[in-house]
């Protein structure tokens, strides 16, 4: 976390475009605080909004400017940013040393109605092939910062159910969904079932000689291009109808991933699948190597080129948080009225998502629209840092509490919704 964001408030950081909005810099300690006998110049820099006749001026000084005065050590100002964008908000005194650079982010009223959301779709426990158990991987996922998501174990829906009852009883600001990876008929189909009701993989297995006579019926009266296999496609496609049934999110993942020396599904069938809108998202970013991942983002452009509208998200398919195999590497970032799932469902289908890679130590890089994008890496360098600090505790006391420390379910309480209070005042509503 850099200093400006360990050392300041500036609320709210993002404003609606177009309207006069009053900001407030107040410091986090008295080092931080501006000199009361100073007069300030603010001066208010768009990041993209320039064009010849304003790059001209700036040379000549002529920024929209604002001189002010602290009070207690913060200031407070009013302004009006114009368009969708990022500013830089520069307050100057008498010398360099007392200069300092703040960053507010305009938006649209579409997406100034919805905050920010970190969260996982595919994330293992011991139930399959994970490291922990449910209700362990669940508080590291909070401790990381995570917002919401779901156990997907695979050929198992009732692991994530585990996961959700371990805190039935106790106050969490982390939203826990049911789900699981669905293999029918075999493990080289690999889909993600996101918040569904009930269990695809059980249904199966439950009724797999009659399902197994429909799809096949259904495979011979198909038509599909040269090079698609039909069986395949039909069971790809029960699988889909049947998570929708089940009011869950159908997800394709890790098309590339290399298994047995080859792409876990053919390049034709991805294709066919981003044609046909099989599946209602696509798990642009997986727990992969950077290979595997470069190659689904290639792709995702090719379709996109092609007019194709595809819903994104990203996420690390983790199989251990202590240590750490894949875990917090790959995320989505959600754009929402809240999480509740008809608004994760919406968001997502409305293209209201980026996936976000952090490998190797690097920096991160962010995939999805162009839009979607740049506000993320707004948010991750500005709003995040601090978010993810308020949730730390919280993950700590829910792993205590499952591990049977009776004094973490009052701590907890008393935790409860730091992170939304924080969210209402970056994003100010």
């Known amino acids: 976390m850099n200093a400006r964001i360990a050392d300041y408030d500036v609320f709210p950081s993002v404003v609606k475009s177009g309207e ?41 000084g002529n920024f929209n400017t604002q001189s002010v005065k602290s009070k207690n050590g913060s200031i407070t100002f009013t302004y009006c940013f114009a368009e969708e964008q990022e500013w830089s908000v520069v307050i100057q005194g008498k010398n360099s040393q007392q200069n300092k650079v703040f960053h507010i982010y305009s938006v649209f009223p579409d997406l100034y109605a919805k905050k920010a959301y970190k969260g996982d779709f595919h994330v293992h426990s011991n139930r399959s092939d994970g490291n922990e158990e449910p209700g362990v991987v669940v508080a590291n996922y909070r401790k990381a910062g995570f917002d919401f998501m779901a156990i997907t174990d695979h050929h198992r829906w009732r692991p994530s159910k585990e996961a959700i009852d371990k805190y039935k009883n106790v106050d969490i600001d982390l939203k826990l969904f049911l789900g699981e990876e669905v293999h029918v008929p075999g493990n080289y189909i690999h889909v993600v ?25 259904k495979a011979r009266n198909i038509s599909v291009p040269d090079g698609i296999n039909a069986l395949e496609y039909s069971y790809r496609k029960w699988i889909a109808e049947n998570i929708r049934k089940g009011e869950g999110l159908s997800i394709l993942v890790h098309p590339f991933w290399i298994w047995c020396d080859e792409y876990n599904i053919q390049t034709k069938m991805t294709d066919y699948l981003f044609e046909t809108n099989c599946f209602d998202a696509f ?52 754009f929402s009225e809240d999480l509740e799932f ?88």
């Open 193 to 217: 079932n996101f918040g569904g009701k009930f269990s695809v993989n059980e249904l199966y297995e439950n009724n797999k000689e009659k399902i197994d006579a429909e799809v096949s019926e």
């Open 283 to 334: 798990e642009l970013l997986g727990g992969q190597t950077t290979k595997e991942n470069n190659m689904q983002v290639a792709l995702y452009g090719e379709q996109r080129a092609k007019g194709r509208i595809i819903p994104i998200v990203g996420s690390s398919d983790s199989h251990g948080t202590e240590p750490p195999v894949w875990f917090n590497v790959v995320k989505t970032i959600l």
């Open 342 to 429: 008809e608004n994760i469902y919406k968001n997502i289908k409305e293209l209201h998502s980026v996936a976000v890679e952090t490998a190797g130590g690097e920096s991160y890089r962010v995939d999805g629209p162009y839009r979607m994008v740049k506000y993320a890496m707004f948010l991750l360098e500005n709003y995040f840092p601090r978010h993810d600090e308020l949730c730390i505790e919280e993950g700590i006391l829910m792993k205590n509490y499952i591990c049977g420390d009776e004094e973490a379910k009052t701590q907890l309480s008393q935790h409860s919704g730091r992170t939304k209070k924080y969210a209402a005042q970056f994003f100010g509503h």
């Open 20 to 60: 006069n909005v009053e900001i407030s810099i107040k410091p986090r300690g008295d080092h931080a605080k501006f000199d009361d006998a100073v007069e300030y110049v603010i001066k208010f820099v768009p990041m993209e909004c320039c064009n010849v006749e304003y790059e001209l001026s700036r040379f000549e």
